[in-house]
């Protein structure tokens, strides 16, 4: 019975031999119940997700067992490639937005776990025995429903890690293939990749605990020579945080009007594009403001992978301080462009 908290994985930075991969999906992970007509979507928090994707709750009823519960992740696509923004504008208020959005972005779920069958609960089984009972059970399933690929086979699981990237998908994910089920436990291994860009620093958040760094604004020229926001890094120790302030302190404006980003502070320029500084769905009411900074400082940070080519998809990892490079270098065409692979080509395996 809802909720079920998932299984989670913990970073390595190699694929580890001798397990069960798939592809890392970046999506919304969901636990899905299925009682008869009963259809029930959880997050990862545990919270439901149900009402955000009528489409998934009819294409569960159509094409899951009668009684299930099964691990997978929400995903929207986007001419053959993963679209994580399309998938956050379902956390909508409005019950008309978000059909109209079923509509027009209809979300897909990838099934890679089964927790239940009937009245037998597998959370005990290992993993071999799940998967086997999942390839049984959506043996043939069609759209919007798909079983996740997997191997046994290490070389394989590296061809995807270096493919995969193209259609939007996150990395590896390894998993033991003798371990149980266990909510809410990093259980498993994830390798994501990781390059290094060198930003602009042009602002920082104040920690929610006092006046220390929270987070960093990062800030990338594009090809019209426009500073844009791509993302924040925030992993810092406190004592780091406050020595960012006195670092920063030079850099401070009191007035934002001559910043590039000043349009933040106005409620308008929020309709139209995403920025940071103002509440969102998901942020609700949480403090956003920020501390504009002179654009002259540049960091080098370690990320992940690109979000739509515009901004960090997580948060960036900050390496060191790049006195020996000039803000205006800090542009885009930096950033390596993984080569493109067609979703449809991974969802058919």
């Known amino acids: 019975m809802p909720p079920v908290l998932p299984m989670l994985a913990k970073s390595v930075a190699a694929i580890p031999a001798g397990m069960h991969y798939e592809a890392k999906w970046d999506g919304f992970r969901a636990i899905v119940f299925r009682d008869g007509d009963e259809v029930e979507l959880g997050s990862r928090t545990g919270k439901p997700l149900t009402r955000y994707f009528p489409e998934l709750v009819a294409a569960?009823?159509?094409?899951?067992?009668?009684r299930c519960v099964v691990d997978g992740e929400i995903v929207i696509a986007r001419e053959g490639h993963l679209d994580f923004d399309a998938l956050t504008e379902r956390i909508h208020p409005a019950d008309s937005r978000v059909r109209t959005l079923a509509e027009r972005t209809p979300a897909s779920l990838v099934a890679f776990d089964?927790?239940?069958?009937?009245?037998?609960?597998?959370?005990?089984?290992p993993l071999t025995?799940?998967?086997?009972r999942l390839a049984e059970a959506l043996s043939g399933?069609?759209?919007?429903?798909?079983?996740?690929?997997a191997t046994t086979h290490i070389e394989v699981a590296r061809q995807w890690f270096e493919q995969y990237e193209g259609a939007g998908l996150d990395g590896v994910i390894a998993k033991p293939p003798a371990g149980r089920y266990r909510p809410d436990e990093r259980a498993m291994f994830k390798i994501k990749h990781e390059r290094t860009a060198d930003v602009v620093v042009a602002g920082y958040r104040l920690h929610k605990s006092g006046p220390v760094v929270g987070s960093l604004l990062l800030g990338l020229y594009d090809d019209r020579g426009t500073l844009q926001h791509v993302g924040v890094s925030a992993a810092f120790t406190m004592k780091r945080r406050a020595e960012l302030v006195e670092e920063l302190e030079p850099l401070r404006m009191d007035d934002v009007s001559g910043h590039p980003w000043a349009a933040w502070s106005e409620e308008?320029?929020?309709?139209?594009?995403r920025l940071p500084g103002a509440p969102s769905r998901?942020?609700?009411r949480k403090d956003l403001s920020w501390v504009p900074l002179r654009p002259e400082r540049v960091a080098e940070v370690a990320y992940d992978h690109m979000e739509n080519g515009q901004r960090f998809r997580?948060?960036?990892?900050?390496?060191?301080?790049r006195p020996d490079r000039t803000p205006e270098s800090c542009t885009y065409a930096q950033l390596e462009e993984p080569v493109r692979y067609d979703l449809a080509e991974i969802l058919g395996a």
């Open 60 to 66: 569960v009823r159509e094409r899951l067992p009668e």
């Open 114 to 125: 089964l927790l239940a069958l009937g009245d037998e609960s597998l959370m005990n089984a």
């Open 129 to 132: 025995d799940r998967r086997e």
């Open 141 to 149: 399933v069609t759209a919007p429903v798909h079983l996740a690929p």
């Open 268 to 273: 308008a320029a929020h309709e139209t594009a």
């Open 282 to 284: 998901w942020s609700g």
């Open 314 to 321: 997580h948060t960036a990892r900050f390496r060191r301080w």
